[in-house]
C-alpha cells in the first residue's frame, strides 16, 4: 500500500480509515499486511507491552526503541508516534521529542493528548513542519484528572472542553484528531464541525475512522478489556495452547524430533572418538 501524504489524509474526511497499534517488528508486519490504513505507536505500549498499570511511566526512549522496531516492521506504512506524558509541555520540549521520534526513529507524524491548552504546542511543531495528530476526549496520560478511566462528555462543561478543543486542534494545524471514549451523539457533533478526519476508539460508529489497540483485537491483553473493544481473536489462548504443548514434549522427550536434528556422517566420530 503506497503511503498516504498528510493533504491526502486530510482529504480522506468522510471515509472510513482504519488504524492499529502496534509497537514492534512482527506486530506492525502483520498490521500492514493486512492493509490497515494507519498504524499507531501508542504510548498504551506501557500497558499492553511493559505491564505498567498506566501510560505515565512511558519514557520517550521507550517510544524511539519501539517506534524504531515497528518502522521495520512497516517500511511503508505511515506511522504514528505517540509523545509520552510530559515530553511535550513546552514548545521546545515538543520539537526535541518529536525529532527523536521522527529523525531518529522513522514516526511519519507524532499524536500529543490535549485541547485548547495543547494548541499553541501544536502550533509550534506545525510550524517547525511536525505532522501532528490530536486526541481529545478520554486523554490516558491524564485520566486520574478526568476521574479515571471512564465516558468523557456527559455533563455541559465536558462537552465543551472536547468540542472547543476539537476545533483548537483544527485551528492550530492538526490534520486529525482522536475522540476517546465519548457518546457517539458528541463524536458525530464533532466530526461534523470540524474539517479534519476524526478517529474514534469508544467514540461510535461516526467519526472518519477507527482505531483499536492491537492486543485487544486480536486476544492478547487480558488486564482490562473495555466494552468498546471487540475482539476478533483469541490469540492469547492459542499461543498458550501451543506453549503448554511445548514444555509437554520437551519434558517427555518428543520435541525435538528426528526432523528438528541435524545428522553428521558417523565416520567423523568413530575416527575421533571411536563411537
Ligand atoms: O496509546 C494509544 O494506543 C492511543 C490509542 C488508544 C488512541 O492513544
Not at 451523539?185 to 467514540?203: D, K, M, N
Request: proline letters at 5%.
Amino acid at each position: 500500500m503506497k503511503k498516504p501524504t498528510v493533504l491526502e489524509l486530510k482529504r480522506k474526511k468522510g471515509e472510513h480509515l482504519a488504524m492499529l497499534t502496534a509497537y514492534d517488528f512482527p506486530t506492525a508486519r502483520l498490521v500492514a499486511e493486512a492493509g490497515v490504513d494507519l498504524i499507531l505507536v501508542g504510548d498504551s505500549l506501557g500497558m499492553v507491552v511493559l505491564g505498567y498499570d498506566s501510560t505515565v511511566p512511558v519514557t520517550v526512549a521507550d517510544m524511539a526503541h519501539h517506534t524504531r522496531a515497528a518502522r521495520r516492521g512497516a517500511p511503508d506504512a505511515f506511522l504514528i508516534a505517540d509523545m509520552p506524558f510530559l515530553s511535550y509541555a513546552t514548545p521546545g520540549q515538543a520539537i526535541e521529542t518529536s525529532a527523536r521520534l521522527m529523525k531518529d526513529a522513522g514516526a511519519d507524524c507524532v499524536k500529543l493528548e490535549g485541547g485548547i491548552e495543547v494548541a499553541p504546542i501544536v502550533e509550534a511543531l506545525v510550524k517547525a513542519g511536525v505532522p501532528v495528530l490530536g486526541h481529545v476526549g478520554l486523554t490516558p496520560q491524564t485520566a486520574s484528572a478526568l476521574g479515571g478511566y471512564r465516558l468523557q462528555g456527559k455533563d455541559e462543561e465536558s462537552v465543551r472542553r472536547i468540542m472547543e478543543g476539537a476545533v483548537a486542534l483544527e485551528k492550530a494545524g492538526c490534520w486529525g484528531v482522536v475522540l476517546e471514549l465519548v457518546p457517539a451523539e458528541l463524536a458525530r457533533l464533532v466530526t461534523s464541525r470540524i474539517g479534519i478526519p476524526t478517529i474514534g476508539i469508544g467514540a461510535g460508529a461516526h467519526c472518519d475512522g477507527q482505531v483499536l489497540v492491537f492486543h485487544d483485537v486480536v486476544g492478547l491483553f487480558s488486564g482490562f478489556t473495555p466494552t468498546f473493544v471487540k475482539r476478533y481473536t483469541e490469540a492469547g489462548d492459542a499461543i498458550r495452547d501451543a506453549l503448554k504443548r511445548y514444555a509437554e514434549e520437551v519434558r517427555s522427550g518428543a520435541f525435538p524430533a528426528k526432523e528438528q536434528s541435524f545428522t553428521i556422517d558417523s565416520d567423523v566420530l568413530r575416527r575421533l572418538y571411536g563411537t
